[in-house]
Structures are given as structure tokens and as C-alpha cells.
């Protein structure tokens, strides 16, 4: 029976080893934390290395993601599908052992982890949606909703802003089944922390409510492991275990140094190490009573198959709640949405109202049908018009609601979001105004690089907004977002485009999506049933001229009225004007080349991009010879309709330009 | 001789009726905070109304920048330029009373705040400023720098992780000069915070070796006075006063409550307050006596003169060291710059190194003669290469450095860099990898907002940074910065390019510039002594084709050399072709349309734009015929010579797509 340094020895070998192979990577996050992996994984983690997706398994969280081949050691020992080959292939391509965990590329990998803090509030978010799960469908004598989120975080997770945002809304909502675990090792990048981190930080989180476990060895499996007990006996507050560690542990001439924190340690403090830790097998060499130590899948079978049978009676005595949750859970919308009705409906009523009042409605009108919608903004809900009537704020005494008050923390409720999205069971959406989407936005490449359904309110989207000023008024977000890959991003020119985009961002699993919303009212526009439908195409020609356009006018959002009435009085002056309404680029570059065509053809190469946002963007749909009337410059402090005429936003400036074109 | 109260309600009135009269707007903070301000500014402020730039005035900074008619009746009371006309067209156009406070617009204004969180990391940046040009300049019985920073924040502010990331470095670097107010009302947007916001802050803020003062009635001057007595006394800490506040305070039906903070009373509640508070004049009607009680011109003339004739005595006793901070204060260069001389010599040199290499060697050149640089780095330092050989860290005990650890904190960086700008003597630059820019992206724009000079060391540009994999690869940041308006972003593609950059960045005053540098090495290109003046019109002819080119390749950084090398083999197939290499569009879209059209004539329309980052932005030089290789999805982990390839970024590729295009 191999002991517990052995064990954790595996992992400084497969970490130092994989490392020095490719030649790059980062060994001193897995040798220092190897011992306390080792007591959580082989002692507390619940989890089926066979069944990676069971839904009551614990979260297990490294947001200090360069520190990946401790997680891939872990995957590899304890039985999931990571093998030797793949850990000798790492941060090689179409690996699935990337340089950071990538979420997908390889089995038990929970989220994906690099930009530092985010992994926290990745759990924090996971810990949320157990709790709100759990208050959701369990009932007395039937829990079947009941894991815990453990999380390792470095010192750069816990100088990241981000950090504050997520703890203490995680000592707010009393997450008592997160437990973090803090690599204290005083070693980051430049340096010995101690000359740019000198925060007391138990007391700082003893401030936002968590129950910390101080001055712990991490290298002292008994020390840890009475820790670890203490923090699952506190289940009314998340718990904070600081690791006193040595970085690269092991490595006799670079541990306890930053040297052995991001690039292979070198041959000779390779074999160095060898000695120092006792570990006399080849690289990537694990002796069977090693293997046999870790593999976790005889235990996480029992336990799965434990739990299957509770879920078995769960389903006897709650069927309706049973089949609901296996819904949720397979993250199918209910059969009867009638999110498509909303947009014949929408265009019925005919409202003139701006975009988030329409986002209001529609909200009202699926939040009843999805249980599964988990709302919130960032302390903007009555401007955002997130809090529909069905809205129940979370709180920590009632976790069985579906909206949190994420309080003035985009970042972190972008990647809490995250951790809600990969948790699984809930489909999350979040506000803000569309410029503070800024604060948060590394979470949302995040959401669109993991693949995850993740909905953002994003409104106040222009100079529309008025007085607030340029702190507060969209230019280039707009393009910030359409550039980012896999995030789908609407900005709906009235009810009915909202409604539409709710409809596809519901429907949209694969990836992310971006609703942008005017403060101010917008006109209904006039549609055809084709052009109803043509709506989720992302452009559709919604006012057309009598044979082959001499022009064609491209808007979106407030600007698509303004190029209507521009449309209506240059046909006055007897010009062939299409206007073409592009609710979304996203949608609208993914249909065929023959629709795309059919709506913006070749051949009519005079073109006006209308658009309350940076200009460059719209050359893509304009060319060299089209122009673009946008934002290049800051916005201003006025009421919105003065700002519209200032920055050219006129019907006026659209004839006159358009003119200009034709010649 | 008017009360306190009397002199605070001047605050409130004028703030409670311009809100009115823009029908638009925040009172709740300025009526909360009148009382403090009040005590702050008559007993205690350093400042001079007649010279709003003296350099020893104390620093004001209102985070919570909503709250701006509170700065704006402070202004106005006190005798800067700000006139009761400007307060009764607050928040329209032209007006300098814009709906936050605008750099700029009127004499006073320390800052642009509005995003919650940077106004504090600016005035930390203050702060920190005042020490490192206290320590460089003053001389034993020579004070000559010797002001505080303070600053108002709200609950926004303190729920940002920003405020989490700069209080920390504050505490660090012991900023005893800082002095904080917290405006505890218990209130934001969504309602009582003590549904999302359940901090101990005078913990928390303890836990960053700040020193706090608790539970200040902030309606009681006595209380208020005695605070920050307190915190002047401790000059080893920054303080944090914690002041009790009641939102809109003296708006009978509305104070305390979140009706108060953003919008107007409405003019019943207008007309109760004026009773409440026993205030019965008329709206922007201000006694004289009340005036008088305000006016600081006398005061701080006085205090101007007395500091004007201590540097008197400086500057006789230390003459270089006076002229050298003159010199500093109005952001002028050395006359000896060698900044140009810097680009022939690499082009004489013809290293083929890292774009970061390059900027390492131009930082040692360019540092010994620039005292002014302020470097740093988020803890990137090894990697980014911004500790140049004369670099000296700033540290509590001696401030006298040039160089700031700022430790994993890219926000803070950004909005300290902002602070450290504004307060002049100064010209920051700061560091991490390009794709971390997203997480201080706000402070960038703010920066470009403001006008002001901070410099970016973006390196790791592109997927070229290989293994690390797509969470550390930028995509569509360069769009992201080159849409920025008032961003000047450059991408060279050597070291000779690298060193114009730097000599752009240097010389631009009036904005912040972004240099996006490679991690990997960057063939050396021969120019001739043309095109090596061209490299500052951000765009040229690096390569060109003998007659009119038949295709034009457009190229930047790394990808310039991979177009050369295509253009060479094109060549030899008999084709025309130039190269153009455009390692600033900001600098290339201010030249003449004859320059332009001379490097990219509008009749060569067949044109290839060849970049490692997102391809949309390239459309606006290639058109709707021309082509983009460029980056559409995530990148991937594994070496960079792999992802070039994998990703279409070869000679191959681009010979192929060139032949395709030419037909």
C-alpha cells in the first residue's frame, strides 16, 4: 500500500515529467498542491471517473488553470479517460490535455480555467446552482440534489478583482458547500508576493462572512484532512482553507522560487527531483500499487449507483418533478415553449416601446414556462427590466428562487454565470447597461469559448441613452462583441426583433448570446409573414424597391426606423432604396451564400450602414465604396434626441449622403 | 454667518433643482454627502479656485461620479469657473455640468468618473503619484510636493473588484496621504443592500492595513472634522472614513430610499425638502452670505502664494531638480530625446528578435533619459520585459522608484495609470499579455476619453504565443483597441517598427497608445530611408511591385514577413504585387487621402489583408472583393509553428488565395 507522499508523488512526476516534454507549461502549482489533491481526491471528492456527467457528483474547480497537469494527473490516476499517451501529447495540438483545461477537450474537466479568478467565481456560481437545485426539487426524506464545490485558487486569483466580487456574494448567499482552497506558496511571477500582496486574507474573508481555516500545512495530509473535515462541518457559510505550500515542491534548487512556476524545471532539477522525492521510475512511468491507490472507479460506481436508486424512489414518490429535473438537466426547452408565438404576437400588437420594455414582456411571458431561467443584474434590474412578474430573489434562508441580486459586480456575474450554465439544470441571464458589459467581458469569451447558453441583457445600448454622457454610452462594444467568436449578438429594431432574439436565445445551446436593447422607444415596423420569419436569418430586406436597388440602407436596432423614413423620402425622389434590417451579423453570416445574396446582392455595391455604434465594423457589409454612418468619436452628456441630431443619426444626413452615393 | 447646515443645503438645493430642471439625473448622493463635503472642503481642502492646475493642490475625487452636481455645486460655491448657468444647463449639450463629470469640461474636475470603481483606483493612482514625486523631488527643508488625495465612494464602488484590487496595493504601499470616504447609505439601485452587499468593511479594508475610522454620523460635522483629523494623523496608512449616511437626505418621502438615487424628486418633493430643510429660497438662488461662507479664492490664494515662494527657494537652492520638475509638470520632453534616433539604429542593426525584445531595448534606451517613465507590469514582468536594467521599484519605504510591482491586478494597473497621468509629472506605462487587456479594458477607454497619456505593453499578441492555448490567445482584441476612439494601437512588425512605436508613444500627449508585441521572434525588414520616415504615417509600402501592382497585401506584425515572403514567390510567378505594412491604422487613417490613396489606390481593389486576429476588421482596407486571412474562431494549445500552420497563417496560403483572387 503506497503511502500518502507516494501518491502525491505521482502527480509531481506526471507534472514535471509532461512539462519538461513539451517543453513548456508550468510545474510548480502541481507540486505544490499535489499533497492536498491527493487528501481531497482520494478521501472526500464524490465523483465516477466512469460517468464524468453524473449530476450529483462535486465540482472540482482549478482556477489557477495553469497548474492543468495536476488536474490531468488526477483524471489520468483516478480512472477517467485522459491516458498516458494524452499526458505525453500535452499542450500538443488536438491534444485533449491543452496548455489550460479547456472544458470538452477531455473528461472531467468542469470549466474551463486560465484567466486567473474566474475559476472562483466559476464555483461560486456551481455552488449557487447546487443550493438553488437542491432548495428546487428536493423533498423531505428525498435528497437528491447534495454535492459540494471545491476550489483551488493561487495567489493571482485572490489579487484579482474578480475574487472580491465572488466571495463576497458567496459569504452573502451562505454558499456552505463551497470550499476553497488557498495554495499560500508567496510566490507569483515576479516574484515573493510580499512586495505586491499583503493582504491579511482570512481576515478578509472572515469579513465577507466565510469561515476560514488558517495556517494549514499543505504538504501534511493530516493537517489537511482535518481541515477539510472542519469545513464540511460548517454548512452555513463557504469555507476558506489556506495551504501553506512550497511551489515545485520536490525540485531541490528551484522550489520555493518563481523559477518553478512557469517553464520545465530542466533535465538535471528533473532528475534532481527524482532523488529528493524518492520517485526512482521513468517518466511517465506509474507503478501498479500506485494506479491501484488512486483509481477511483469501483468507489464512484457504488456511489453513482447509490444515488441512482435514491433518484429511483425520488421518481416513484415525484414523478412530474422527476421527469422536470432529467428535462433541465438534459437542458431540453419544455415541449410546449411558445417563444415563436411571441413574435407573430408582438407583431399583432404592434407596439411602439423600446427594446428592453419588449425584453420586459417577453420575459413575462417565457419565465413561466421555464423554470429553468436563473435571472439577475448587476444591481440595474429596474433600469435592465430583468426582474419580470414571476421573479423570486434567492436568498440565503430560500435558495429556491430564480433571480439573484448580483449586486454592482458585472465580472462577477458573468463567470457566477458561467459556473450556473456548466452546473447544468438552469439557464442563466444577466444585465447590465451594454457599456459595462467592458467590466465583465473576458466572462463572456468565456461563455462562448466553453459553449455555453448563457443570456446577456445588455441594455442602454447607444447615445440613445441620453444624459448619462460618454462614461456611459456604447461606441465600439457593439463591434466587441460581433467580433467575439461564438457569441451570438441581436440588436432588435422594435417588439418584434426582441421578441425573436429572446426566441433564438433561448433555442441556442451551443454558445452565448448577447441581447442588446434600447432605453428609449422605438416604432413598430410593418411585416410581411416572410419577413416575420426571415427575422431568425439575422437580415431580412425589410422594405424593398420596385426592381434592382440603386441603394441599399443596412441598420439595426433605433437606426433601422431612421433608414425607413430615409428610404420612404428618397423613394419620394424617385431612387430604388431596399432597406435591409440586420437584427444580427451572427445569424445572418451563418445562412447560405444564396440568401445572403438574395438580401445583399454583388452587384449593388452603393451601401449605407446606419448605426449608433463604431462605424469600421460595417466595411464588412459596405465595402470601399459604400459608407457608413457611425460613431467615431465619444459619445455626450444630453438628452438623447439631441444626440441623434449632433452625431448625424437624421433622417436628413441619410437622404443627403445617399444622394451624395448616387451622384 | 451661515451654519454648516445652512452651507451643505446650498449643496443640496442646487443639486435637488438642477436634477429637476434636466429632468434627468442623480440627487440621493449629493444630498447624502453634502455634510461631509462640506467639512471636507471649507476646513480642510487644499486648493486654489483661480488655478485649478496649481501642482501641490490637494486631489478630489468623486468615484461615485453619478453624485456630480454635488462636485459641480462645490465647484461653483467655492469660485471655480463654474457658473450658475452651467448648473441650470447640466446634462445638455456643450454644457461643461455633463450627467457624470468629464475630464476637461470644466476647471476642477480631477477626473472622468462614472464607472463605479476607477474614480478610487484613480485616486489611488494620485496618491501614489504624490509619493514617488514627493520622494524624487523634495529636498531636506524643501517640501515642495506635499498634498492629499481624497476621494467619495458608494456602495458601487466598493462592491466593484477594482475597489478590492487597488485598496490592497494601497494598503501595500502604505498611501498615508489617501483619505477615503465611504458614503454607508445602505442603499443602491436594486433597494437595501443588505440583500447582496453583507461586507464587513472596516474588516475588510483593516485586512488591507488600512486604517479605518467606523460609524462617522455623516450628517454631523463635528463627527466628520474629528474623522479626518484622525486619518491625518496616520500618514503610514491609508485611511477609510466610514461615514453613515441617509440617501437624498432632506427629501421627506424619499430619503433613505432607492427613489432618491436616480431620478429626479419631482417638484413636490422638491418643494417638501426646501421645507424640511428650512432652505426657502428660490431654485438656483444662492444668499450672498452663503456665498461668502463657501468662497475659497481668498483662501486658497493665499496657500498658492506661500507654496509659490517655497519654490522659490527650491529652485534657488536646487535649480536642476526645479527646472527638471517644471519640465515634468507640463509634460514636456527632453529636448535631448534620442527617441528617432532609436529606429535607425535598429534599422542599422537589422536584429530579427521579439517585437517584446525590441521594446525592452527601446525601454533601456529611452528610460535613462525619461525619469518621468513609470513602469510596471501585473505581474508579468519576466514575460512582458518592462523591468529594464535601470528600473527601481517603488516600495513603502523608499517611493523614489520608477517602476510599480502592481501584482496580479490588470484593472487596478489601468485606472491607477489613469490616476498617476492625471496628476502629471508622470507618464505611466504598464503591462501584462494582450489578451488580459480585456480585463482592464474600461481603463483603456477612460484613458482615451480623458485624453491622457498612458502607454500599454501588450505582448503575446497572437496565437504565435502557442502553447498556452485559447484562454491566453487574443483573437479580437485588436479590433477591440483599434475601434477604440482616441486609442492610438500599434502592431510592429520588427524591431525597428517597435522602436517608432515607442517613439510614437513617447510623443503622443494627447491619448493613450497600445503596443502589441509578439513573443515570438520577428524577421528584421530592409527599408529604405523613405519608407523607415513612413513607419510613423502608420502605414507604407514596404514592398513594392514595378507598375501598378495587381494585388496589394496588407500585413502587420508577424504576419508582415509571411507577405513578403508571398509576395516574393508571387513574383516569381510573374505577378505584381505589393506589400504594405500597416502597423498603426489609427495613425494611417489620420493621414491625407493623397498619402492613403497613394499606398492603397482605390483602382487596385484586389487586395489580401493577412493578420493573426479577428478577420471583420480588415474589410474596411480590403472591401467586398478583397479578402481577409485572419482569425474567426478560438485558437488552440500547441506550438505556435503548428497553430500558423494549422491555421492558415503560411507563405502556401497565401500564395493560393493570391492566385484565387487574381483568377
Chains 1, 2 share one sequence.
Not at 62 to 81: I, K, V
Amino acid at each position: 500500500m503506497p503511502s500518502r507522499f507516494e501518491l502525491a508523488n505521482a502527480i509531481r512526476a506526471l507534472s514535471m515529467d509532461a512539462v519538461q516534454k513539451a517543453k513548456s507549461g508550468h510545474p510548480g502549482a502541481p507540486m505544490g498542491m499535489a499533497d492536498i489533491a491527493e487528501v481531497l481526491w482520494n478521501d472526500f471528492l464524490k465523483h465516477n471517473p466512469s460517468d464524468p456527467n453524473w449530476a450529483d457528483r462535486d465540482r472540482f474547480v482549478l482556477s489557477n488553470g495553469h497548474g492543468s497537469m495536476l488536474l490531468y494527473s488526477l483524471l489520468h490516476l483516478t480512472g477517467y479517460e485522459v491516458s498516458l499517451e494524452h499526458l505525453q501529447s500535452f499542450r500538443q495540438l488536438h491534444s485533449p490535455t491543452a496548455g489550460h483545461p479547456e472544458y470538452g477537450y477531455a473528461p472531467g474537466i468542469e470549466t474551463t480555467t486560465g484567466p486567473l479568478g474566474q475559476g472562483l467565481a466559476n464555483a461560486v456560481g456551481m455552488a449557487l446552482a447546487e443550493k438553488t437545485l437542491a432548495a428546487q426539487f428536493n423533498r423531505p426524506g428525498h435528497t437528491i440534489i447534495d454535492h459540494t464545490t471545491w476550489c483551488f485558487v493561487g495567489d493571482g486569483c485572490l489579487m484579482e478583482g474578480i475574487s472580491h466580487e465572488v466571495a463576497s456574494l458567496a459569504g452573502t448567499q451562505e454558499l456552505g458547500k463551497l470550499v476553497v482552497f488557498y495554495d499560500d506558496n508567496g510566490i507569483s511571477i515576479d516574484g515573493e508576493v510580499e512586495g505586491w500582496f499583503t493582504d491579511d486574507t482570512a481576515k478578509r474573508f472572515d469579513a465577507y462572512g466565510w469561515h476560514v481555516v488558517s495556517n494549514v500545512d499543505g504538504h501534511n495530509p493530516n493537517e489537511i484532512k482535518a481541515a477539510i473535515e472542519l469545513a464540511k462541518s460548517h454548512d452555513d457559510k463557504p469555507s476558506l482553507i489556506i495551504c501553506k505550500t512550497v511551489i515545485g515542491f520536490g525540485a531541490p534548487n528551484k522550489q520555493g522560487k518563481e523559477d518553478a512556476h512557469g517553464a520545465p524545471l530542466g533535465e538535471d532539477e528533473v532528475a534532481a527531483a527524482r532523488k529528493e522525492l524518492d520517485w526512482p521510475h521513468a517518466p511517465f512511468h506509474i507503478p501498479e500499487p500506485i494506479y491501484s491507490g488512486w483509481d477511483a472507479r469501483t468507489k464512484g460506481k457504488a456511489r453513482q449507483d447509490e444515488w441512482k436508486s435514491r433518484f429511483e424512489r425520488y421518481s416513484a414518490a415525484f414523478p412530474e418533478q422527476a421527469r422536470e429535473l432529467k428535462r433541465r438537466l438534459k437542458r431540453q426547452l419544455p415541449a410546449e415553449i411558445t417563444s415563436e408565438a411571441l413574435i407573430e404576437k408582438a407583431q399583432e400588437k404592434g407596439e411602439s416601446i423600446a427594446s428592453r420594455k419588449a425584453s420586459f414582456a417577453a420575459l413575462n411571458a417565457l419565465g413561466p414556462q421555464m423554470p429553468e431561467l436563473l435571472g439577475g443584474s448587476a444591481d440595474l434590474a429596474p433600469s435592465n427590466l430583468t426582474f419580470w412578474d414571476g421573479a423570486k430573489a434567492i436568498t440565503p434562508q430560500d435558495a429556491s428562487g430564480n433571480y439573484l441580486h448580483y449586486g454592482v459586480r458585472e465580472f462577477g456575474m458573468g463567470a457566477i454565470m458561467n459556473g450556473i450554465a456548466l452546473h447544468g439544470g438552469f439557464v442563466p441571464y444577466g444585465a447590465t447597461f451594454l457599456i459595462f458589459m467592458e467590466y465583465m467581458r473576458n466572462s463572456l469569451r468565456m461563455a462562448a469559448l466553453m459553449g455555453q447558453q448563457v443570456i446577456y441583457v445588455f441594455t442602454h445600448d447607444s447615445i440613445g441613452l441620453g444624459e448619462d454622457g460618454p462614461t456611459h454610452q456604447p461606441v465600439e462594444q457593439l463591434t466587441s462583441l460581433r467580433t467575439t467568436p461564438n457569441l451570438c449578438t441581436w440588436r432588435p429594431c422594435d417588439a418584434v426583433e426582441t421578441a425573436a432574439s429572446w426566441d433564438a436565445a433561448i433555442k441556442r445551446h451551443s454558445g452565448p448570446t448577447a441581447l442588446v436593447l434600447s432605453r428609449q422607444n422605438l416604432p413598430h415596423q410593418a411585416r410581411t409573414k416572410e419577413q416575420l420569419a426571415n427575422i431568425q436569418r439575422g437580415a431580412y430586406v425589410l422594405k424593398d424597391s420596385s426592381g434592382t436597388p440603386a441603394l441599399i440602407l443596412i441598420a439595426t436596432g433605433s437606426e433601422v426606423s431612421l433608414a425607413m423614413e430615409a428610404a420612404a423620402e428618397l423613394e419620394a425622389q424617385g431612387k430604388a432604396v431596399r432597406v435591409v434590417s440586420m437584427p444580427s451579423a451572427y445569424r445572418f453570416n451563418g445562412q447560405s451564400a444564396d440568401y445572403r445574396e438574395s438580401v445583399l446582392p454583388p452587384s449593388v455595391t452603393k451601401r449605407i450602414a446606419i448605426e449608433a455604434g463604431h462605424a469600421d465594423y460595417w466595411y464588412k457589409y459596405v465595402g470601399l465604396e459604400g459608407r457608413v454612418i457611425g460613431m467615431t468619436t465619444y459619445g455626450e452628456s444630453a438628452p438623447a434626441g439631441d444626440l441623434f441630431k449632433h452625431f448625424g443619426f437624421t433622417v436628413e444626413n441619410i437622404v443627403t449622403q445617399a444622394n451624395e452615393l448616387l451622384g
